[in-house]
Nanobody, 118 residues
Framework: QVQLQESGPGLVKPSQTLFLTCTVSGDSITTDYNDWFWIRQSQGKGLEWMGAVKWTGHIYYNPSLMSRTSISRDASTNQFTLQLTSVTPEDTAVYYC??????????WGKGTQVTVSS
């Protein structure tokens, strides 16, 4: 069974950089045909896909967030990360990491609340 766990600060100040880590167990992030997603949900809004790192190592982003987002992975620790720069209160959300395989999101982390406030 694949498990994902997000970790990072719960509170970030405006203009700072948010850094989150997703730790994966039960499968390798380099296993063929798995993509690893970052998704967020703001209060009262739907899910927003932020970007992903493929099993090949290729990284792709939501165009609307691309200028502020950076995703990376570390196969040695079986983790992948999210950086979001120049955060504003609009970035307040629950952030999830997830595993996609064959175009279906199959496993989710529990999510971590991030609040942007001074």
């Amino acid at each position: 069974q694949v498990q994902l766990q997000e970790s990072g600060p719960g509170l970030v100040k405006p203009s700072q950089t948010l850094f989150l880590t997703c730790t994966v167990s039960g499968d390798s992030i380099t296993t063929d045909y798995n993509d690893w997603f970052w998704i967020r949900q703001s209060q009262g809004k739907g899910l927003e896909w932020m970007g992903a790192v493929k099993w090949t190592g290729h990284i792709y982003y939501n165009p609307s967030l691309m200028s502020r987002t950076s995703i990376s992975r570390d196969a040695s620790t079986n983790q992948f990360t999210l950086q979001l720069t120049s955060v504003t209160p609009e970035d307040t959300a629950v952030y999830y990491c997830a595993r996609d395989s064959d175009w279906v999101v199959r496993d989710w982390g529990k999510g971590t609340q991030v609040t942007v406030s001074s």
